[in-house]
T-cell receptor, first 112, second 113 residues
Framework: GESVGLHLPTLSVQEGDNSIINCAYS??????FIWYKQESGKGPQFIID?????DKRQGQRVTVLLNKTVKHLSLQIAATQPGDSAVYFC???????????FGGGTRLMVKP | NAGVMQNPRHLVRRRGQEARLRCSPM?????VYWYRQLPEEGLKFMVY????????ESGMPKERFSAEFPKEGPSILRIQQVVRGDSAAYFC???????????FGSGTRLTVV
């Protein structure tokens, strides 16, 4: 079936560097995408979202890019900090209901 | 403004017992969703509810699992006759009707021994 997937299970970066976390989706009907951050023992925390009529959206230190041609989503974190260490999930919504389909997650490790 | 409240945070049950997980949505949110997460995996959708109404339960196992969201009180996810494979983190989320502004609770970690 169609699903959301991620390229890299673990990403290790130096503090202060930029991080890029990637996500591939296969459901062309998806019209809404969200990135979540999940720290150990906690629930997913909303980071940023983007609708399919956009290709880029920026927040504070984070940018989400959407490439509908290749069905690719990425999260860029500028000046990565130790507090950014967590597992990051992308999720998609097809618009047929409010349910989200999650990817498998990427663990971001920030080295001081 | 309190977020999504789940309780208990941790729940231990012996095989064959019942587990009841509670979720109170954010103020102003009328829709509740339950997801299950196994270690090192993403969240998997289980069920989507409005007050007194199940909208979509396509992710719920056919047996032993049920969910409700009564007119008064929290949403309840009920697992009867638990087995070790039910051990997981169960997350509740809530949203307004348009599904935007999804907010998750801190989860209930169920351990079946």
């Amino acid at each position: 079936g169609e699903s959301v997937g991620l390229h890299l299970p673990t990403l290790s970066v130096q503090e202060g560097d930029n991080s890029i976390i990637n996500c591939a989706y296969s459901n062309s009907a998806s019209d809404y995408f969200i990135w979540y951050k999940q720290e150990s023992g906690k629930g997913p925390q909303f980071i940023i979202d983007i609708r399919s009529n956009m290709d880029k959206r920026q927040g504070q230190r984070v940018t989400v890019l959407l490439n509908k041609t290749v069905k690719h989503l990425s999260l860029q974190i500028a000046a990565t900090q130790p507090g950014d260490s967590a597992v990051y999930f992308c999720a998609e919504n097809t618009g047929a209901g409010n349910m989200l389909t999650f990817g498998g997650g990427t663990r971001l490790m920030v080295k001081p | 403004n309190a977020g999504v409240m789940q309780n208990p945070r941790h729940l231990v049950r012996r095989r064959g017992q019942e587990a009841r997980l509670r979720c109170s949505p954010m103020k102003g949110h009328s829709h509740v969703y339950w997801y299950r997460q196994l270690p090192e995996e993403g969240l998997k959708f289980m069920v989507y509810l409005q007050k007194e109404n199940i909208i979509d339960e396509s992710g719920m196992p056919k047996e032993r699992f049920s969910a409700e969201f009564p007119k008064e009180g929290p949403s309840i996810l009920r697992i009867q006759q638990v087995v070790r494979g039910d051990s997981a983190a169960y997350f509740c989320a809530s949203s307004p009707p348009n599904g935007r502004g999804y907010t998750f609770g801190s989860g209930t970690r169920l351990t079946v021994v």
